[in-house]
């Protein structure tokens, strides 16, 4: 069983900076991918960015350039860095983790991001 609990959410103005991260109850270098993603009202939940047990990573192209996901090995936490946000950020994002076949999920973190 895995735990992911997400913080760091908040209200922000547009063009500003949130950093949020996922904290795992396992080794970060265990799981096979850890991905952030989010869900606004109306609409599914979409991938927003990974990163593998390699260290590879992937973004959808709606925040490429002004997200980054990385690992926190001292804090075994991934974290989500997002730089100029803009209203439509606005969500609850949501940390993944896929693990022997399983995935897991956090109860998510509210962003709003105000024009």
């Known amino acids: 069983q895995v735990q992911l609990v997400e913080s760091g959410g908040g209200l922000v103005q547009a063009g500003g900076s949130l950093r949020i991260s996922c904290a795992a109850s396992?080794?970060?270098?265990?799981?096979?991918?850890v991905g952030w993603y989010r869900q606004a009202p109306g609409n599914q939940r979409e991938l927003v960015a990974s990163?593998?047990?390699?260290?590879?990573?992937n973004y959808a192209d709606s925040v490429k350039g002004r997200f980054t996901i990385s690992r926190d090995n001292a804090k075994n936490t991934v974290n989500l860095q997002m730089n100029s946000l803009k209203p439509e950020d606005t969500a609850v994002y949501y940390c993944?983790?896929?693990?022997?076949?399983?995935?897991?999920w956090g109860k998510g973190t509210l962003v709003t991001v105000s024009s």
């Open positions: 993944r983790a896929f693990l022997t076949g399983t995935n897991y």
């Open positions: 396992v080794n970060i270098f265990s799981i096979n991918v």
């Open positions: 990163i593998n047990s390699n260290g590879m990573t």
